[in-house]
C-alpha cells in the first residue's frame, strides 16, 4: 500500500498557466512535507518544505497543506518551459523518524 | 551550500564484481540515506545511517551492504553485482530532527550499469 500518492500525470499546461500537482499521504501521523524537482537524469532538488496547516509561498511556488484532508499540493504560477521536470511529494511519517517517503512523481510539460 | 557529493558520475562493472559506491556531505549531517531510482519505480530505499556506525535497513537492502566510518562519509557495497542491480544511485544527507532539519539534499547520483 502505497503511503504517499501523486496525481499521476503527465501534465501539460502552457506556458504562463498555473501547474497544480497534488499528493495524499495515508500516515496522520506525518509531520513534515517537501516538494522535490527533478530534471531528466538529474537528482532531486529540494524546492518547497511545508510543515503547517496553510498556504506557504516562494516567488511562483506555493505549497498548501490540510492535514485534516491528509492533501499537499504544489501550485506553479506562470509556468515556464524550465518547469518541465518531475515533481516528487515526500512526508516524513510519525514514525519513520527522519525517512522520507515518495511518492511516484508527476511529470510536468510546460509547452510554448 | 549543502554539498553532498558521490564518487562517480558513471560506472560500469560485470556481474559477479564487488561494487562500492561512495558518498561525503560536508554540512555535518548526522542522517545519510542511500536510494535507489528506477524508471515506474520511482525512489526506493535501500539503507539509511542516523549516526556513525549505525545503519538501519530500508526498503530493499537485499543484495547491499553499507559503512559508516565516519560522519560525513556514507558507502554503499554491493557484494556481488548482478545485473538487476543496474540502476541510479542516489545518496542523500539531512540533519536529526524535526521540521525543516528533515530537508534531504540529495548527491548528483551513480548510473550503475551491470553487464
Known amino acids: 500500500q502505497k503511503e504517499v500518492e501523486q496525481n499521476s500525470g503527465p501534465l501539460s499546461v502552457p506556458e504562463g498557466a498555473i501547474a497544480s500537482l497534488n499528493c495524499t499521504y495515508s500516515?496522520?501521523?506525518?509531520?513534515?512535507f517537501f516538494w522535490y524537482r527533478q530534471y531528466s537524469g538529474k537528482s532531486p532538488e529540494l524546492i518547497m518544505s511545508?510543515?503547517?496547516?496553510g498556504d506557504k509561498e516562494d516567488g511562483r511556488f506555493t505549497a498548501q497543506l490540510n492535514k485534516a484532508s491528509q492533501y499537499v499540493s504544489l501550485l506553479i504560477r506562470d509556468s515556464q518551459p524550465s518547469d518541465s521536470a518531475t515533481y516528487l511529494c515526500?512526508?516524513?511519517?510519525?514514525?519513520?523518524?527522519?525517512?522520507?517517503?515518495f511518492g511516484q512523481g508527476t511529470i510536468l510539460t510546460v509547452h510554448p | 551550500d549543502v554539498k553532498v557529493t558521490q564518487s562517480s558520475r558513471y560506472l560500469v562493472k560485470r556481474t559477479g564484481e564487488k561494487v562500492f559506491l561512495e558518498c561525503v556531505q560536508d554540512?555535518?549531517?548526522?542522517?545519510m540515506f542511500w536510494y535507489r531510482q528506477d524508471p515506474g519505480l520511482g525512489l526506493r530505499l535501500i539503507y539509511f545511517?542516523?549516526?556513525?556506525?549505525?545503519?538501519e535497513k530500508g526498503d530493499i537492502p537485499e543484495g547491499y551492504s553499507v559503512s559508516r566510518e565516519k560522519k560525513e562519509r556514507f558507502s554503499l557495497i554491493l557484494e556481488s553485482a548482478s545485473t538487476n542491480q543496474t540502476s541510479m544511485y542516489l545518496c542523500?544527507?539531512?540533519?536529526?530532527?524535526?521540521?525543516?532539519?528533515?530537508?534531504?539534499?540529495f548527491g548528483p547520483g551513480t548510473r550503475l550499469t551491470v553487464l
Open positions: 542523500a544527507s539531512s540533519f536529526k530532527g524535526l521540521g525543516s532539519y528533515n530537508e534531504q539534499f
Open positions: 500516515d496522520r501521523g506525518s509531520q513534515s
Open positions: 511545508i510543515y503547517s496547516n
Open positions: 515526500a512526508a516524513i511519517g510519525g514514525t519513520s523518524y527522519g525517512k522520507l517517503t
Open positions: 554540512m555535518d549531517h548526522e542522517n
Open positions: 545511517s542516523y549516526d556513525v556506525k549505525m545503519k
